[in-house]
């Protein structure tokens, strides 16, 4: 499900003094131990965790245009 390397944009619920809140980041995987991911920023995360909410790759979305190609 996860991979090595690539980035995503994870949401996961968070608990603080004022109540519960979504929080929402984009990080990249480092290191995957079964459920387990450690991010590039030292931060790991449970994937099996009730708090976390989803993972979305994010992909570089190259441009392409006809214009100047002779077609």
Known sequence: MFGVGLNYKFVLIEGTSDGWRELVFEESVME???PLLKLSSGRIINSH???FVSA???TALSSTSAAG???
Do not use: E
């Open 49 to 51: 965790s009730s708090l």
């Open 69 to 71: 190609t002779g077609v």
């Open 32 to 34: 995957i131990d079964g």
């Open 56 to 58: 979305t790759p994010i």
